[in-house]
């Protein structure tokens, strides 16, 4: 992408199709980095149900950690 980039600079500044292009690329980059944001956030809630859980099954009594949870919880519930 940089090459491509550097080469359109040196050789092409002037073409009409070099805004296009460049829009294009970009769009692709942002689309690939905001799918990776999501996938690793889905990988943080499946681990965080996770250690959840395990809490729920080593404490005997978690009614005070999930009032607290839902007290903190900034928008509804996700349970």
Known sequence: MVAFLVAAVVF?????????????LSTIAQGAAIKWVVDRRREA??????????????????????????????FGSFR
Request: proline residues 2%; charged residues 35%.
């Open 12 to 24: 092409f500044l002037r073409q009409d199709w070099i805004p296009a292009a460049v829009t294009t």
């Open 45 to 74: 809630v499946g681990e965080e149900e996770t250690a959840y859980e395990q809490v729920r099954e080593t404490c005997r009594d978690a009614t005070g950690a999930e009032r607290l949870a839902d007290d903190l919880r900034l």
